[in-house]
């Protein structure tokens, strides 16, 4: 039921069944307004990669979480932890449709 704003690489029928699909690293943690694409979840897991966090992150949009990248710099600048509230959003851009 949430809308998702993306790039749909080949001909799909209005009101057919579709998957979206969008990089982990181009998700960001708590966009600013105008971002495209939106949903609140919450942080299930966390783990440190060298130079970036990799979030698990729950949302109503799927039955498993979120993958989320960020750098540690972005990490630190606004830390989290496993069970926090976050938001999460992407751009348009970043989207693929494809059909299901």
């Known amino acids: 039921g949430t809308r998702i704003v993306g790039t749909v690489p080949s001909p799909l029928a209005s009101g057919a069944a579709a998957v979206a699909?969008?990089?982990?690293?181009?998700i960001r943690l708590f966009p600013s307004p105008e971002t495209a694409n939106r949903i609140a979840g919450s942080v299930e897991a966390l783990a440190y990669h060298g130079l970036d966090l990799q979030l698990h992150v729950r949302t109503a949009l799927s039955p498993?979480?979120?993958?989320?990248?960020v750098t540690a710099d972005a990490a630190d600048r606004r830390p989290v932890s496993s069970g926090d509230a976050v938001e999460l959003g992407w751009d348009a851009a970043d989207v693929r449709?494809?059909?299901d």
Do not use: M, T
């Open 21 to 26: 699909s969008v990089r982990p690293e181009r």
């Open 64 to 69: 498993k979480p979120f993958l989320v990248r």
């Open 97 to 99: 449709i494809f059909a």
